[in-house]
């Protein structure tokens, strides 16, 4: 069972623009700590019911993931022992403080969205294709900014420089990271499932992560 997101204001979903400013001066600690207690206790109770077996984190930072550990630990509480946040090309915000968490709490990251929200496919370089997820979700469009158009069209460049499938090697960039647990995919159509479901068996050779890191390096935040 994982919790969705933090019942508090966090930097996730763009908010890291604006988090330390307008966010920090309204930061009660120890309320916090104590909600996080408190689901903790939640959670315990569902597991002595038998209702759910493990417990993971969602959309959560390193801060909170640290809490959640260290409450658990004091208080003889279930440990979170996985936590699903956005990991992409587009978005590698896990990179920094939750990489070292996870990596040294042993809490398995499990990548949602590895294409975010299809963006990396280039189907949106030119519009919004009807019956896709953007034209379904009017709200996903925010994620797409002329920095974002042209971190996907340097991505692409480098898999038809390798040749490979722009989206399975997106996807196997995730499934390389060492603290992965697993990789979210979606599909719309079998013919994208079964592309998804193939990169599993891709390994990108260090030129490719090289040329990766150039374009991160270039577009850390493209949205």
Known sequence: YQIHWPNREVYQFTNHFSYAQWTTPRIDGQKEKDEILAILQALDGFIKEGKIRHVGLSNETAWGTIQYLQLAKEHDLPRMITIQNEYSLLCRI???????????????????????????????????????????????????????????????????????????????????????????????????????????????????????????????MPY
Request: charged share 20%; glycine share 8%.
């Open 94 to 220: 896990f990179d920094w403080d939750l990489a070292e968490v996870c990596a040294k709490e042993a809490v398995g990251l499990l990548a949602w969205s590895p294409l975010a929200t299809g963006i990396l496919s280039g189907k949106y370089l030119d519009g919004t294709p009807p019956g896709t997820r953007h034209a379904i979700r009017p709200s996903l469009p925010f994620r797409r900014t002329e920095k974002t158009n042209e971190a996907t069209r340097a991505y692409i460049e480098i898999a038809e420089k390798h040749g490979l499938d722009v989206c399975q090697m997106a996807i196997a960039f995730t499934l390389r990271h060492p603290h992965l647990t697993s990789s979210i995919i979606g599909a719309t159509t079998m013919e994208q499932l079964k592309t998804n479901i193939a990169a599993s068996g891709i390994k990108l050779s260090e030129e490719v992560l090289q040329d990766i890191n150039g374009v991160w390096k270039n577009y850390p």
